[in-house]
């Protein structure tokens, strides 16, 4: 049982490019991973790119109209299915990467709309959930509380790539954390 009392040394950064946003459907396309204190400093970072079939990836990409706004991603994702790593071996190595890090204390998982990419960690990463704390750092959380309550407005680039979405994720709750040392 998790200690709810703990206090968290760390956060878990991670971020998941999939073929769509059903975790029953679609399938894990990237993954970037970064430990950072509550300063944001990187502690360690991790990324791969997840081998899928290739037909079975086209057929998800199709169903969704997302994909047609960005065929650069699209296209590069395609061109690397075959060089990526299987799923197995991507979670056993970010499995590695938790306890290396966090040793026996739950990792909060943290990130922009993150309650989706814990839906496929759950999903297709049973054993990695289990290394993750209940509790988690949601970004866009602050988001409609800053743009609701303050009208302040982060602007954030549309990349959707893993690695660069965590450093936006990033760089939107330090600008929040910013404007309130400010007042």
């Given at each position: 049982m ?7 040394s ?6 998941l ?6 975790p029953?459907?679609?399938l ?17 970072s991790?990324?791969a ?6 037909d ?5 990409m199709?169903k969704?109209?997302w994909w047609?706004d ?8 395609l061109?690397?299915l075959?060089?990526?790593k ?12 938790l306890?290396e890090?966090f040793k026996?204390?739950p990792a909060i998982l ?7 990419d814990r ?9 990695l959930?289990?290394?993750?704390h ?12 800053m ?6 407005v982060?602007?954030k ?6 690695f ?5 994720s ?6 929040y954390?910013?404007?309130?040392r400010s007042?």
């Open positions: 998790i200690d709810k009392n703990l206090v968290p760390k956060l878990l950064w991670v971020d490019e999939m073929t769509g946003l059903d029953k459907e679609d894990i396309l990237e993954v970037a991973a970064e430990i950072t204190d509550f300063e944001f400093k990187t502690l360690a991790y990324e790119i997840i081998r899928q079939p290739k079975k990836v086209i057929d998800r199709a969704n109209v047609a960005y065929p650069g991603n699209r296209d590069d994702f061109a690397k075959d060089q990526g299987d799923s197995t071996q991507v979670e056993a190595e970010l499995i590695i990467l306890e890090h026996e204390e943290s990130g922009n709309s993150i309650h989706n839906g496929f960690i759950r999903a297709y990463w049973p054993n959930d289990l290394k993750l209940y509790r988690m750092l949601d970004v866009s959380a602050w988001k409609v509380l743009q609701g309550k303050y009208g302040v982060f602007d680039k549309e990349v959707h790539r893993a660069d979405d965590i450093q936006a990033i760089a939107e709750i330090q600008y954390l910013e404007w309130f007042r």
